[in-house]
């Protein structure tokens, strides 16, 4: 019986062989295990990736696992996109990401609860965004390592208490801090002879609006600031404006979900394929499989205002939930 391995088997069976430590060895193992039809056709290939992991296991229990053994300060990238979560002491960042992510990191209110990052998953419609809280922003004492994390990301919540009252003196205090790290959080701030900067695409978020005085210095903080970056109010404590930051979050990212489609069979919808927007249809081929977008023949798609089908060509745009069916 023949295996009828789908793309995104193949797509994770290249992760594997592309894996620099253990750690993403398991994960792609992990999801080939997941991908793989189950079938008498395939249980050799099962067997042999459970091998795997079993020995990969081994490996990290018994010392032996490969790649670097020291404490990394270097968050892998997961999910469809990762946006580091910072601000002054006390702004109530980690609640946030507990709320956004339904993650349960410690919560406390005295300053500098977080320590160390914390990663989390925040799900979003069919796929997940990674959420990092980050140790404060702070003048008196601030982590050496977070700049090069924040610098790291796809974009940035930088979070505030808008019940604070001195919500203004921090807000320009983490602006003054962004700064002197050549951080940009305004897209044309840096003049153009300036390249030490990263430019991050930046939700400036206020939390804590079910305080008294958070809508008054919410009025203060619009007026000076609405025209040099976004500004979104939430409250952590009891959900208000969670759902609009969310896919405020996935916005940001300017990402499209592309399902993809075998022949003579459903649509995958349960693991999109996610890229940048504006790729075209060879850069999903070559998602899919390196060799897919050298041979491929032509593709047919299925979404919003296509016919059922159609067939594209290869500098096709893609657009948000598009159905392709690759033929190679």
Known sequence: MPANLNPQYHAA??????????????????EMLAL??????????QADIKRKMSQVRDDQESGRSKGPKRFSYHVVKEGAGQIPVCGPPNAG???LVNTLAKSNFEVAEYFFTTRIFQPAMMPYEDIQVQLIDLPPLSTEHMENWVPSLLKNGDGLLLVFDFSSDDILDEIESSLGILKNHKIAIEENYIGADDDRFVYLKTIVVGNKMDLPQAKNNFSIVKELYEQRFRILTVSAKDGAGIENLKE?????LNIVRIYSKRPGYDPEYDNPFILPRGKTLVDFAQAVHQDFAKNL????????????GQRI???YLLEDKDVIELHV
Do not use: C
């Not at 993403?24 to 992990?30: D, F, N, P, Q």
């Not at 793989?36 to 290939?45: D, M, Q, S």
């Not at 405020?248 to 940001?252: N, Q, R, T």
């Not at 023949?297 to 059922?308: H, L, S």
């Open 36 to 45: 793989i039809p189950k079938h008498k056709g395939t249980e050799k290939l």
């Open 93 to 95: 960042k980690t609640a």
């Open 297 to 308: 023949q032509y593709a047919r798609v299925w979404g919003k205002n296509k016919f059922d």
């Open 13 to 30: 069976e290249e992760s594997f062989k592309q894996a620099k430590d253990d750690r993403e060895r398991m994960k792609a193992l992990r």
């Open 248 to 252: 405020e979050i996935v916005s940001l």
């Open 313 to 315: 060509t290869k500098d």
